[in-house]
């Protein structure tokens, strides 16, 4: 069973504007992550934020996360069309003998139109 | 750089064959996983290995075994494939913490298998 959702399920903006992917999750989790996956490719990691961590950056990306509502959000700011790529969050939600699997969302497709 | 290198990039076998998906990584990592991508159903665990010898079920583990002899190699195995085997394959790695969560997954480039 998958256990992050992304929203929505394709975005389609214009290069230079910024593009805020959204993921909800069901059980409680160690930590969310977020890959990014050019078409055909394997996935890239992008960040990784811990279940006590409310937002952290890297370069042009910022991740939160709100465990209250089980929820964290991708914003990627002033996008490029090199940004056009497929984007999943991934949980890791176990413990004891499940502490090990990462489950992934279906993605969101975005595209940054030149 | 780190690596996780899957032996196929694309593959072609026909129903009822055994097939085998090799993926070795150089990273000295606990823990590797193989996942199966469809459209529109993203990205499903079908098996990892926590160690040597050590396996456990994903998800969708129906049709497949895995095998993990050594450290950095990890097989999937599909019995007797059939079409509906068809897709991409990932396999990743990643070390683990002192308390047992992952770190970030690296994922090799992935094996397209059709099955005919």
């Known amino acids: 069973s998958q256990q992050g959702e992304e929203d929505p399920q394709a975005l389609s903006i214009q290069e230079g504007e910024n593009a805020t992917m959204n993921c909800s999750y069901k059980?409680?989790?160690?930590?969310l992550q977020w890959y990014r996956q050019n078409s055909g490719r394997g996935l890239v990691h992008l960040i990784l934020?811990?279940?006590?961590?409310r937002e952290k950056h890297s370069g042009r990306l910022r991740v939160t996360l709100d465990t209250s509502k089980k929820s964290s959000s991708l914003l990627i700011t002033a996008s490029r069309a090199a940004d056009t790529a497929s984007y999943f969050c991934?949980?890791?939600?176990?413990?004891?003998?499940?502490?090990?699997?990462?489950?992934f969302g279906k993605g969101t497709l975005l595209t940054v139109n030149p | 750089d780190v690596k996780v290198t899957q032996s196929s990039r694309y593959l072609v076998k026909r129903t009822g064959e055994k097939v085998f998906l090799e993926c070795v990584q150089d990273?000295?990592?606990?823990?590797m996983f193989w996942y199966r991508q469809d459209p529109g159903l993203g990205l499903r665990l079908i098996y990892f290995?926590?160690?040597?010898?050590?396996?456990e079920k994903g998800d969708i583990p129906e049709g497949y075994s895995v095998s993990r002899e050594k450290k950095e190699r990890f097989s999937l195995i599909l019995e007797s494939a059939s079409t509906n085997q068809t897709s991409m394959y990932l396999c990743?790695?990643?070390?683990?913490?002192?308390?047992?969560?992952?770190?970030?997954?690296?994922f090799g480039s992935g094996t397209q298998l059709s099955v005919l």
């Open positions: 990743a790695s990643s070390s683990i913490r002192w308390d047992r969560i992952n770190e970030k997954l690296f």
């Open positions: 059980t409680s989790i160690n930590n």
């Open positions: 934020i811990r279940s006590n961590e």
């Open positions: 991934a949980t890791d939600a176990g413990s004891g003998g499940s502490n090990y699997k990462l489950t």
């Open positions: 990273m000295d990592h606990e823990n």
């Open positions: 290995s926590y160690d040597v010898k050590m396996k």
